[in-house]
């Protein structure tokens, strides 16, 4: 089966920056993602890592340690509409595919 | 481009009835998804699929079934509808596994 683990709530200041932490468990790995929730509506996407490493979109970066089963997500120069969840999602090989999981997400509340 | 469209946006079931919830993708994705979210939980998987005829379950696929007889549509279907299945429900798409998943809007359903 899968898990993933992150933190169910930050809170951090306009301006700054916040780093969402995810440690997974699962049987074959192919990748994880991060996307991006605002109340009521659909998750979107926001990064991809597949290989260990530092991958940055703007002021959005994610990183992956595939050793370590861990991932994070790093966002700067934090903005009062950056307020939503983040959830990372863990691809792993199933019966016939990959099948696509997510964490329980993580509330982000930016303060002024 | 419409992308994922999901239909009904909106519903209230009485508990043992029966429904559709419809998903329709114009992107000519493999891969399409079917989640539930509680509220302020994460997104549990229900069924996949990754191609035109070939499904398969996810986390939580009891009391639901589905069907992929077109690239297009992955409809999802509840029998004797439950208050535990009171939820949203998200379909999704991608092209392959490994690539960025798109959500349609959401389904809200009620069951009482």
């Known amino acids: 089966g899968q898990s993933l683990e992150q933190p169910s709530e930050v809170t951090a200041v306009e301006g700054a920056i916040v780093q969402i932490n995810c440690t997974y468990q699962?049987?074959?790995?192919?990748?994880l993602s991060w996307y991006q929730q605002h109340d009521g509506g659909a998750p979107t996407f926001l990064s991809y890592?597949?290989?260990?490493g530092l991958e940055e979109t703007g002021r959005f970066s994610s990183f992956l340690s595939r050793s370590d089963s861990y991932g994070y997500l790093l966002l700067q120069e934090l903005q009062m509409k950056d307020s939503a969840s983040y959830f990372c999602?863990?691809?792993?090989?199933?019966?016939?595919?990959?099948?696509?999981?997510f964490g329980k997400g993580t509330s982000l509340l930016v303060t002024p | 481009n419409a992308g994922v469209t999901q239909t009904p946006k909106f519903r209230i079931l009485k508990i043992g009835q029966s429904m559709t919830l419809q998903c329709t993708q114009d992107?000519?994705?493999?891969?399409m998804y079917w989640y539930r979210q509680d509220p302020g939980m994460g997104l549990k998987l229900i069924y996949y699929?990754?191609?035109?005829?070939?499904?398969d379950k996810g986390e939580v696929p009891n009391g639901y079934n589905v069907s992929r007889s077109t690239t297009e549509d992955f409809p999802l279907r509840l029998e004797l509808a439950a208050p535990s299945q009171t939820s949203v429900y998200f379909c999704?798409?991608?092209?392959?596994?490994?690539?960025?998943?798109?959500f349609g809007q959401g389904t809200r359903l009620t069951v009482v």
């Open positions: 890592n597949g290989l260990d």
């Open positions: 699929s990754v191609g035109a005829g070939i499904t």
């Open positions: 999704a798409s991608s092209l392959q596994g490994n690539t960025e998943a798109f």
């Open positions: 699962t049987s074959g790995f192919y990748g």
């Open positions: 992107m000519n994705h493999n891969y």
């Open positions: 999602a863990v691809r792993g090989v199933s019966n016939s595919g990959y099948a696509l999981n």
